[in-house]
Protein backbone atom coordinates (compact mmCIF):
# COMPACT_ATOMS: atom_id res chain seq x y z
CA UNK A 1 0.00 0.00 0.00
CA UNK A 2 2.53 2.84 -0.92
CA UNK A 3 6.26 4.04 -2.19
CA UNK A 4 7.79 2.87 1.17
CA UNK A 5 8.81 -0.56 2.21
CA UNK A 6 7.68 -0.90 6.14
CA UNK A 7 8.07 -4.50 6.33
CA UNK A 8 8.60 -6.81 9.39
CA UNK A 9 10.06 -10.58 9.59
CA UNK A 10 9.86 -12.70 12.07
CA UNK A 11 11.83 -15.23 11.17
CA UNK A 12 11.55 -18.19 8.37
CA UNK A 13 11.20 -16.06 5.88
CA UNK A 14 13.71 -16.14 3.43
CA UNK A 15 13.16 -14.45 0.07
CA UNK A 16 13.23 -10.34 -0.61
CA UNK A 17 10.44 -8.79 -1.37
CA UNK A 18 9.84 -8.28 -4.70
CA UNK A 19 7.70 -6.35 -6.72
CA UNK A 20 5.87 -7.21 -9.82
CA UNK A 21 4.52 -3.37 -10.64
CA UNK A 22 5.97 0.29 -9.57
CA UNK A 23 2.93 0.84 -7.08
CA UNK A 24 2.22 -2.95 -5.99
CA UNK A 25 0.25 -4.51 -3.07
CA UNK A 26 -2.24 -2.12 -1.68
CA UNK A 27 -5.29 -3.72 0.06
CA UNK A 28 -7.09 -1.21 -1.06
CA UNK A 29 -5.43 1.45 -3.37
CA UNK A 30 -8.03 3.33 -5.18
CA UNK A 31 -7.21 4.73 -8.42
CA UNK A 32 -4.84 8.15 -8.51
CA UNK A 33 -6.22 11.51 -9.74
CA UNK A 34 -4.14 11.03 -12.42
CA UNK A 35 -5.10 7.04 -13.62
CA UNK A 36 -8.38 6.34 -14.26
CA UNK A 37 -8.46 4.28 -16.68
CA UNK A 38 -7.42 0.51 -17.24
CA UNK A 39 -3.62 0.24 -18.42
CA UNK A 40 -2.44 -2.85 -20.69
CA UNK A 41 -0.60 -4.17 -17.46
CA UNK A 42 -3.54 -4.37 -15.71
CA UNK A 43 -5.47 -6.24 -18.14
CA UNK A 44 -2.38 -8.46 -18.76
CA UNK A 45 -2.83 -10.14 -14.97
CA UNK A 46 -5.48 -12.70 -15.71
CA UNK A 47 -3.43 -13.54 -18.44
CA UNK A 48 -0.60 -13.90 -16.56
CA UNK A 49 -1.92 -16.14 -13.55
CA UNK A 50 -3.46 -18.22 -16.22
CA UNK A 51 -0.24 -18.87 -17.85
CA UNK A 52 1.04 -19.70 -14.14
CA UNK A 53 -1.04 -22.39 -13.99
CA UNK A 54 0.13 -24.48 -16.95
CA UNK A 55 4.54 -23.97 -15.99
CA UNK A 56 4.80 -27.28 -13.94
CA UNK A 57 6.27 -26.59 -10.83
CA UNK A 58 7.84 -30.45 -10.41
CA UNK A 59 7.07 -32.73 -7.68
CA UNK A 60 6.06 -31.88 -4.43
CA UNK A 61 7.75 -33.05 -0.92
CA UNK A 62 6.94 -33.30 2.22
CA UNK A 63 9.16 -31.29 4.92
CA UNK A 64 10.67 -34.43 5.66
CA UNK A 65 11.79 -35.29 2.12
CA UNK A 66 12.99 -31.94 1.83
CA UNK A 67 15.29 -32.17 5.03
CA UNK A 68 16.78 -35.60 4.01
CA UNK A 69 16.93 -35.06 0.78
CA UNK A 70 20.90 -34.30 -0.43
CA UNK A 71 21.56 -35.03 3.38
CA UNK A 72 25.67 -35.63 2.02
CA UNK A 73 25.77 -32.20 0.70
CA UNK A 74 27.07 -29.68 3.57
CA UNK A 75 25.98 -26.34 1.68
CA UNK A 76 22.42 -27.55 0.85
CA UNK A 77 21.90 -28.46 4.43
CA UNK A 78 22.75 -25.05 5.72
CA UNK A 79 20.57 -24.01 3.73
CA UNK A 80 17.79 -25.61 5.07
CA UNK A 81 18.32 -25.21 8.47
CA UNK A 82 18.33 -21.35 7.42
CA UNK A 83 15.22 -21.95 5.43
CA UNK A 84 13.68 -24.01 8.55
CA UNK A 85 14.86 -22.44 11.17
CA UNK A 86 13.43 -23.97 14.71
CA UNK A 87 10.38 -26.01 12.91
CA UNK A 88 9.80 -29.32 14.95
CA UNK A 89 9.57 -31.55 11.59
CA UNK A 90 7.62 -34.38 13.20
CA UNK A 91 5.13 -32.06 14.66
CA UNK A 92 4.32 -31.12 11.02
CA UNK A 93 3.46 -34.62 9.74
CA UNK A 94 3.82 -35.96 6.14
CA UNK A 95 1.45 -33.75 4.40
CA UNK A 96 2.31 -32.35 1.28
CA UNK A 97 0.59 -29.25 0.99
CA UNK A 98 1.21 -26.49 3.06
CA UNK A 99 -1.67 -24.68 5.56
CA UNK A 100 -1.75 -20.75 5.45
CA UNK A 101 -4.46 -18.71 7.79
CA UNK A 102 -4.78 -15.27 7.49
CA UNK A 103 -5.25 -14.41 11.02
CA UNK A 104 -5.44 -10.53 11.14
CA UNK A 105 -5.98 -7.56 8.89
CA UNK A 106 -5.77 -3.63 9.55
CA UNK A 107 -5.81 -0.81 8.53
CA UNK A 108 -3.04 1.74 9.81
CA UNK A 109 -2.87 5.76 9.13
CA UNK A 110 -0.80 8.37 11.00
CA UNK A 111 -4.07 10.34 11.64
CA UNK A 112 -6.47 7.84 13.59
CA UNK A 113 -6.04 4.61 15.34
CA UNK A 114 -5.90 1.46 13.53
CA UNK A 115 -9.10 -0.07 11.78
CA UNK A 116 -9.18 -3.52 12.46
CA UNK A 117 -10.68 -5.78 9.98
CA UNK A 118 -13.16 -8.84 10.80
CA UNK A 119 -12.44 -11.21 8.54
CA UNK A 120 -15.50 -13.48 7.62
CA UNK A 121 -15.45 -16.93 6.73
CA UNK A 122 -17.54 -17.09 3.48
CA UNK A 123 -14.90 -13.94 2.36
CA UNK A 124 -17.62 -11.36 1.86
CA UNK A 125 -18.17 -8.78 4.72
CA UNK A 126 -21.47 -7.52 4.67
CA UNK A 127 -22.02 -3.90 4.28
CA UNK A 128 -19.34 -1.24 3.91
CA UNK A 129 -16.11 -2.95 5.09
CA UNK A 130 -14.41 0.42 6.06
CA UNK A 131 -13.82 3.80 5.09
CA UNK A 132 -10.57 5.49 4.05
CA UNK A 133 -10.51 9.63 4.18
CA UNK A 134 -9.14 11.30 1.28
CA UNK A 135 -6.34 12.97 1.20
CA UNK A 136 -4.58 10.48 3.79
CA UNK A 137 -1.57 8.49 4.39
CA UNK A 138 -2.65 4.91 5.22
CA UNK A 139 -0.90 0.78 4.79
CA UNK A 140 -2.25 -2.82 5.67
CA UNK A 141 -0.84 -5.33 8.23
CA UNK A 142 -1.28 -8.43 8.11
CA UNK A 143 -0.47 -11.38 10.31
CA UNK A 144 -0.49 -15.18 9.15
CA UNK A 145 0.52 -18.80 10.21
CA UNK A 146 1.95 -21.18 7.97
CA UNK A 147 2.23 -24.68 9.15
CA UNK A 148 2.77 -28.36 7.30
CA UNK A 149 4.92 -27.78 4.47
CA UNK A 150 6.89 -24.26 3.20
CA UNK A 151 4.93 -21.87 1.50
CA UNK A 152 6.73 -20.70 -1.95
CA UNK A 153 6.26 -17.87 -4.00
CA UNK A 154 3.42 -16.32 -1.38
CA UNK A 155 2.13 -13.64 -2.74
CA UNK A 156 -1.28 -10.87 -2.19
CA UNK A 157 -2.96 -9.74 -5.17
CA UNK A 158 -5.94 -6.94 -4.94
CA UNK A 159 -8.44 -5.83 -7.89
CA UNK A 160 -10.37 -2.07 -7.37
CA UNK A 161 -13.71 -1.51 -9.54
CA UNK A 162 -15.54 1.46 -9.43
CA UNK A 163 -18.87 2.17 -10.94
CA UNK A 164 -18.22 -1.29 -12.65
CA UNK A 165 -15.05 -0.56 -14.62
CA UNK A 166 -11.74 -1.66 -12.95
CA UNK A 167 -9.45 1.31 -11.96
CA UNK A 168 -6.58 -0.59 -10.72
CA UNK A 169 -4.52 -4.46 -10.42
CA UNK A 170 -2.02 -4.91 -8.15
CA UNK A 171 0.32 -7.71 -7.16
CA UNK A 172 2.85 -7.75 -4.32
CA UNK A 173 5.15 -10.67 -3.93
CA UNK A 174 5.96 -11.48 -0.27
CA UNK A 175 8.38 -14.32 -0.47
CA UNK A 176 8.79 -17.51 0.61
CA UNK A 177 7.68 -19.15 4.34
CA UNK A 178 8.50 -21.97 5.98
CA UNK A 179 6.08 -23.52 8.83
CA UNK A 180 6.10 -22.33 12.83
CA UNK A 181 4.31 -21.78 15.55
CA UNK A 182 4.79 -17.82 16.00
CA UNK A 183 2.77 -15.96 13.21
CA UNK A 184 4.27 -13.36 10.84
CA UNK A 185 3.49 -10.16 10.23
CA UNK A 186 3.77 -8.28 7.53
CA UNK A 187 3.02 -4.60 6.52
CA UNK A 188 2.81 -3.30 2.75
CA UNK A 189 4.06 0.12 1.20
CA UNK A 190 2.30 3.24 2.58
CA UNK A 191 -0.13 4.65 0.14
CA UNK A 192 -1.59 8.24 0.04
CA UNK A 193 -5.84 8.16 -0.72
CA UNK A 194 -6.39 10.57 -3.62
CA UNK A 195 -8.97 13.62 -2.87
CA UNK A 196 -11.04 15.55 -5.29
CA UNK A 197 -14.69 14.72 -5.55
CA UNK A 198 -13.94 12.57 -8.35
CA UNK A 199 -12.07 10.46 -5.99
CA UNK A 200 -14.91 10.37 -3.28
CA UNK A 201 -17.37 7.62 -3.39
CA UNK A 202 -17.96 3.84 -3.25
CA UNK A 203 -15.31 1.48 -4.64
CA UNK A 204 -15.63 -2.22 -4.91
CA UNK A 205 -12.17 -4.56 -4.42
CA UNK A 206 -11.32 -8.21 -4.19
CA UNK A 207 -8.07 -9.50 -2.27
CA UNK A 208 -6.20 -12.73 -2.83
CA UNK A 209 -3.38 -14.43 -0.64
CA UNK A 210 -1.96 -17.10 -3.02
CA UNK A 211 1.03 -18.78 -3.43
CA UNK A 212 3.45 -19.90 -6.83
CA UNK A 213 0.76 -22.68 -7.40
CA UNK A 214 -2.25 -20.47 -7.77
CA UNK A 215 -3.19 -22.06 -3.94
CA UNK A 216 -6.11 -19.25 -2.91
CA UNK A 217 -5.87 -19.21 0.94
CA UNK A 218 -7.86 -16.44 1.67
CA UNK A 219 -10.24 -14.66 -1.00
CA UNK A 220 -12.01 -11.75 -0.15
CA UNK A 221 -14.85 -9.51 -1.85
CA UNK A 222 -15.38 -5.99 -0.28
CA UNK A 223 -16.80 -2.39 -0.93
CA UNK A 224 -15.40 0.36 0.98
CA UNK A 225 -15.68 4.43 0.85
CA UNK A 226 -13.66 7.37 0.31
CA UNK A 227 -15.03 10.45 1.96
CA UNK A 228 -14.23 14.00 2.78
CA UNK A 229 -13.65 12.73 6.77
CA UNK A 230 -12.80 8.92 8.53
CA UNK A 231 -15.95 7.54 9.81
CA UNK A 232 -16.55 7.62 13.42
CA UNK A 233 -14.59 4.97 15.63
Partial sequence: MGD???????????????????????????????SLCVTEDEEDDD?????????????????????QKDADDESLRRWKEQLLGAVDVNA?????????????????????????????EDGKPKGLWFTLKEGSKYSL??????????????????????????????KEMLGTFSPQL??????????TTPSGMFARGTYSARSKFLDDDNTCYLEINYT?????????A
Avoid at 18 to 29: I, L, Q, T, W
Avoid at 224 to 232: E, G, L, N, T, Y
Wanted: hydrophobic content about 30%; charged content about 30%.
Fill in 47 to 67: DDDELAKKIALGPQCTLKEHI
Fill in 182 to 191: EPYTHVLPED
Fill in 224 to 232: FDIRKDWAA
Fill in 141 to 170: EFTFQVSNNIVSGFKYTNTVWKTAVKVDST
Fill in 92 to 120: VGESLEPEVKILSLAIKSPDRSDIFLPIP
Fill in 4 to 34: GKDEKKEGGEVSEKNKCEPSAGRMVRPPSDS
